[in-house]
């Protein structure tokens, strides 16, 4: 079945498909459909001014005016209740098919097909409708943007301020520690209106690898990896950042690691245009990574658990989620649209004894190519 129906079901806290089509955040699950060119929503009572402002060609119904605080005072219990008028609205758009995220409520999913709603579960159409990002939502990308660049600016300050003492930093005679460079980030990111979640990266060859944001005493004289991603409270988009630094020599070794990464990266941006496949995006930066000697995902031998150089896919589409299509790895083949956000973050890690470098930048597909949407250096 392949039909211009899409149904989505659910609050837009926790479902950013919800969020992109009524883009409000609403805590309750509500009811939207569209066909074509025409939207439909019901919505509580509470809801339905602010959606109706918010998206307001769609047809909107309230879930009292079928029937929902009847059937509550007749004792059935809610979620058969609000399953029941979400059946009716149905049927009063004439919905007999629909496309449906692979996210759908069990239960409403259930509901709708016993009430002879032919259902086709296809997230990926259901993403395609985000990844193009509205005017407000790329106007919020860049706000998140900003604001991870003024939280990454607080970390540079704190780090390039330390003095070396004993392999360690300190900075006004206390212990330099991820955490504390962590609190200075969130600190500056929220007071831009785009708080950054407590599990932001902070790390070095002492502490951190693969997602663990980092702990404890940060090195002198080797890489130091911020990786964070502050989120809009206004649109509900995020950005997604990293850079490396270090606080004392830069030895050979490192100095060596940041240019071969910086090339990747440049490597992938230079190739970053619509209807380039994801993947090859990919393969343009392994292959600078592989000419410098580092393994990748793509050297990997079968069965081998590879946990350094290039071990890692190239990035990921942002948006209302850090992580969101187009993902940009080995499997990934779709085409990137204009309007696509993606990240695109190259790097070299888990080096014994060293650690890594690794950069991430935003990038806006436009018609011509790209955007950086990332201000920031690469300067160690």
């Known amino acids: 079945m392949r039909v211009a129906t899409v149904l989505l079901y659910g609050d837009t806290v926790r479902y950013p498909s919800m969020r992109h089509e009524v883009p409000l955040e609403i805590i309750d699950p509500f009811l939207f459909v569209a066909r074509g060119e025409e939207a439909f929503v019901l919505s509580n009572s509470l809801e339905a001014e602010r959606i109706a402002k918010a998206v307001p060609n769609a047809e909107l119904l309230r ?15 809610r979620d058969e209740a609000e399953l029941t008028v979400v059946i009716r609205a149905l049927r009063s758009w004439g919905i007999a098919e629909a496309v449906v995220p692979s996210d759908l409520p069990v ?8 009430a002879g709603v032919e259902v086709e579960v296809d997230g990926p159409a259901v993403e395609q ?12 990308i860049r706000r998140s943007q900003r604001a991870a660049e003024a939280g990454m600016a ?4 704190l780090i390039r301020g330390a003095d070396a003492d004993g392999g360690h930093l300190r900075h006004t005679g206390e212990l330099l520690t991820a955490e504390r460079v962590r609190a200075a980030i969130r600190t500056e990111c929220a007071a831009a209106g785009c708080p950054a979640p407590p599990t932001i990266m902070v790390v070095s060859a002492l502490s951190g690898g693969g997602h663990d944001p980092g702990t404890g005493p940060l090195p002198a004289d080797l890489p130091i990896t911020i ?3 502050p ?7 995020w950005a997604d950042m990293t850079r490396t630094f270090v606080a004392g020599q830069i030895t050979e070794p490192v100095a060596r690691l940041r240019e071969v990464v910086l090339e990747a990266l440049e490597a992938a941006r230079s190739a970053a245009r619509p209807g380039i496949a994801s993947r090859a995006l990919y393969d343009h930066a392994a292959e600078v990574v592989e000419r410098a000697g580092f393994p990748t995902q793509r050297t990997r031998e079968p069965g081998q658990r590879l946990t350094h150089g290039f071990y890692f ?23 990137l649209l204009v309007g696509d956000v993606i990240a695109i973050e190259p790097g070299i890690e888990g080096i014994d004894g060293l650690g890594g470098v690794r950069f991430e930048d935003l990038l806006l597909i436009t018609e011509a190519g790209c955007e950086t949407l990332t201000r920031y250096a690469y300067e160690l």
Do not use: Q, Y
């Open 231 to 237: 989120r809009d409270e206004a649109s509900g988009c």
């Open 154 to 157: 607080a970390a540079e300050r």
């Open 107 to 114: 239960a409403i999913a259930d509901g709708i097909r016993a």
């Open 129 to 140: 409708r985000r990844r193009v990002k509205s005017p407000a939502e790329l106007a919020g």
């Open 313 to 335: 896919s190239l990035g990921h589409g942002v948006g209302l989620e850090v992580h969101e299509a187009p993902l940009l790895g080995l499997s990934e083949t779709d085409p």
């Open 63 to 77: 879930t009292d005016e079928l029937g929902l605080d009847d059937l509550l005072r007749e004792g059935i219990p």
């Open 227 to 229: 990786d964070l991603w």
